[in-house]
């Protein structure tokens, strides 16, 4: 969150103070810009090593259910919880303190009686199981059974996954039997996917949104805002922003901020995993600071001149990380016809300062940081705090989503 949310830097001033929050323990799968703040840091699974559900999405007409499993070895220390050796993860963890603090609907027969909860696959193996049996209590849709050469080929692709995180007599007694080679079915496939064909009928989606549509909505009406005391909206109407949380017009521009902030994606950079990835930084070794040709002129910058990125709430124009260190937001001009004059622009997935871009000591060994990766600018901190929250950025105040897109800022040519 401290790298990701505008106004990230608000965030950094409640983590690292101890009286706030006394004790912080984290997962973490590296020292990132968030969990470097924690006391502790349990090593987690990178996504290569773990399970995870990421479902599907209304935009995709077809009903799909893609999932991760495990394909590489894992790189943490194996520990023992409930009896059961496995990698340290974020379950592991989660298990851990279960087991230590005896939590009910945790370990033995916590399912049911013979249903145990105590290693990740217990319940993950179950999920992919209710995919692989379908919506239907009658069985109808469930999907058809691996044969004998499926099941070999399934178990040959897990070889070289050491017995901590794949022994097949185990995955099997988890869902049973009878279940067993549907959800062997669905594991080599990495999901279950609808064919594009059976997502629509007679010109119409088989699978409906239902309520898609609402002109008003009731329930917005009956329930007050609980900043102001006053109901919600119940219908669409046009609000000019930008607003702080009471829903009063904030108005930087009049203060010489004269440029609207943005952040976009590139197609070569995430917010975290590609950081340390030098084929990509060779692609683009830094990220620019995209300015219209107008306001480049009106500006006097030209292309490659370096600015600094400063806002009504930064007006320094730094990431303030605590301890007197300090990364200024400060980046190159690229000027481009593409930007609509009055914006600003920057890409995410630079201008890291954690994620192995500095120095960290660790046992009283010193690893270094490897400056590559803190190459470009990353601007997030320059957009607008909340005048009335005052630790927040900007909030849409139905939807308690963030703001991004509506910082005023001007840049300053260093």
Request: glycine share 10%.
């Amino acid at each position: 969150p401290v790298y990701s949310l505008p106004a990230g830097h608000k965030l950094i001033e409640i983590l690292s103070d101890p009286k706030r929050i006394p004790l912080i323990f984290a997962s973490d799968i590296v020292i990132g810009e968030t969990t470097m703040y924690a006391d502790y840091i349990f090593p987690d699974l990178t996504y290569l090593e773990r399970w995870e559900f990421s479902g599907s999405h209304p935009s995709v007409t077809p009903k799909v259910a893609p999932f991760r499993q495990p394909v590489a070895q894992p790189m943490t220390d194996t520990v023992t919880v409930y009896g059961e050796k496995m990698p340290l993860s974020t379950e592991s963890l989660v298990l851990g303190l279960a087991e230590k603090l005896k939590l009910p609907g945790f370990g033995q027969d916590a399912f049911g009686p013979g249903l145990h909860l105590r290693r990740d696959e217990d319940m993950y193996l179950r999920m992919v199981a209710n995919i692989a049996a379908g919506d239907k209590p009658d069985g109808s849709e469930r999907v058809r059974a691996a044969n004998a050469e499926e099941i070999k080929i399934f178990e040959k692709a897990r070889r070289h996954l050491p017995a901590t995180v794949f022994d097949a007599d185990r995955w099997k007694s988890v869902v049973g039997p009878d279940l067993w080679p549907h959800v062997v079915q669905v594991l080599n496939r990495g999901g279950r996917f609808q064919s594009y064909a059976q997502a629509y009928k007679d010109g119409q989606m088989s699978n409906k949104y239902g309520k898609l549509v609402g002109i008003y909505f009731d329930k917005l009406v009956k329930t007050k805002y609980s900043m102001t005391g006053k109901p919600y909206l119940g219908h669409a109407d046009y609000i000019e922003g930008p607003r702080d949380c009471l829903g009063r017009p904030i108005q930087d521009e009049s203060s010489g901020y004269d440029l609207t902030l943005i952040t976009y994606r590139s197609i070569t950079q995430t917010k975290s995993h590609t950081s340390g990835n030098y084929w990509l930084q060779a692609v683009r070794p830094e990220n620019p600071i995209d300015l219209s040709k107008l306001d480049a002129e009106r500006l006097q910058l030209k292309e490659g001149d370096r600015v600094r990125v400063v806002s009504a709430t930064n007006t320094e124009g730094n990431w303030d990380l605590g301890n007197g260190r300090k990364k200024p937001m400060i980046g190159r001009v690229h000027v481009m016809e593409g930007m609509r004059p009055g914006v600003v622009g920057f890409s995410l997935g630079h201008g890291h300062w954690s994620y192995g871009a500095g120095d960290v000591v660790i046992d009283g060994v010193k690893v270094p940081g490897d400056r590559r990766r803190a190459t470009g600018v990353h601007a997030n901190a320059a957009m607008r705090v909340d005048p009335v929250l005052k630790n927040t950025g900007l909030v849409d105040p139905v939807g308690g989503s963030a703001v991004f897109y509506q910082t005023q800022v001007k840049l300053i040519k260093v």
